[in-house]
């Protein structure tokens, strides 16, 4: 087996069923434990990574933080906080690893978007957190004056939709970066390669790699052949779209 390039995993969860779940549309999701998520990597090349709260997880901390001190150096969080979170409590989340606040705008389970703007410029001014956001890039037109003005905001899984792709490439313009995750849960309608050499034209730097294991709701898992599309396609910016882009984010 060839050797990987260093991976820096951009994007996936942990589902401890020690901690708090909540049902999504019905949804629980199967338990995906730290354990399971390094057996599964073992073979990628992965050196850190965003552990990212999912809208089965609402607001409790408790899986995300234990996760984070499991995985240790090198990897970070992805919280969802209600939007009244104390001031004190944002600054003890960046303490413990925490690097980003979740927007899931598709399925619920975090601050609204009537928080977007304000939450997300607390939490930047308070502990140097980023926004990130779970959103239908088809929902981004009116979005796209307050995203582009937020300190730090990227999007996950390419925007999900082809219809969408101008105005995520448009964000991308203005500084904003993006996740090339969940290759089987994006619309059938997208070419994944397409997409991710639009956000590279616009903006190298932006694109972030990410497994978005386990891949929960998603038509298919991810595979390793995705990282091996992502190199093929990134081209010469394969170590920034694998690594480097991500670990500047992200602050690693």
Same mark, same amino acid.
Do not use: K, W
């Given at each position: 087996m060839p050797t990987r390039r260093p991976f820096f995993d951009a994007h996936f969860h942990v589902?401890?069923?020690?901690?708090?779940?909540?049902e999504n549309d019905g949804?629980?999701?199967?338990?995906?434990? @730290?354990?399971?998520?390094?057996?599964?990597?073992?073979?990628?090349?992965? @050196?850190?990574?965003?552990?990212? *709260?999912? *809208?089965?997880?609402?607001?409790?901390?408790?899986?995300?933080?234990?996760?984070?001190? %499991?995985?240790?150096?090198?990897?970070?969080?992805?919280?969802?906080?209600?939007?009244?979170?104390?001031?004190?409590?944002?600054?003890?989340?960046?303490?413990?690893?925490?690097?980003? @606040?979740?927007?899931?705008?598709?399925r619920g389970g975090s601050a609204g978007r009537e928080h977007l703007d304000r939450l997300a410029r607390r939490v930047h001014d308070l502990a140097g957190l980023h926004t990130e956001l779970y959103v239908d890039a088809r929902d981004l037109a009116d979005l796209v004056d307050t995203l582009a003005a937020l300190p730090a905001v990227s999007i996950d899984h390419l925007g999900l939709h082809a219809d969408g792709l101008p105005h995520l490439v448009a964000l991308v313009e203005?500084?904003?970066?993006v996740k090339a995750t969940g290759f089987g849960r994006v619309d059938l309608d997208l070419d994944v390669a397409a997409a991710v050499r639009a956000v590279l034209a616009a903006d190298p730097?932006?694109?972030?790699?990410? *497994?978005?294991?386990? *891949?929960? %709701?998603?038509?298919r898992p991810f595979a390793d052949s995705d990282?091996?599309?992502?190199?093929?396609?990134?081209?010469?910016?394969?170590?920034?779209?694998?690594?480097?882009?991500?670990?500047?984010?992200? %602050? @690693?």
């Open positions: 589902v401890d069923h020690r901690f708090p779940l909540y949804f629980l999701p199967d338990p995906f434990p @730290v354990e399971r998520y390094l057996e599964r990597t073992a073979a990628l090349g992965v @050196v850190g990574g965003a552990v990212v *709260s999912g *809208s089965f997880q609402r607001f409790d901390q408790g899986c995300l933080l234990d996760a984070l001190a %499991r995985l240790g150096p090198g990897f970070v969080g992805v919280a969802q906080i209600p939007h009244d979170l104390p001031d004190a409590d944002v600054v003890d989340l960046a303490r413990r690893g925490v690097r980003g @606040v979740r927007f899931n705008l598709r203005r500084g904003v970066r730097t932006a694109l972030m790699a990410g *497994s978005d294991l386990p *891949s929960t %709701r998603a038509r990282l091996d599309l992502l190199a093929d396609v990134a081209g010469e910016h394969v170590d920034a779209v694998l690594h480097d882009n991500a670990a500047a984010f992200y %602050r @690693v």
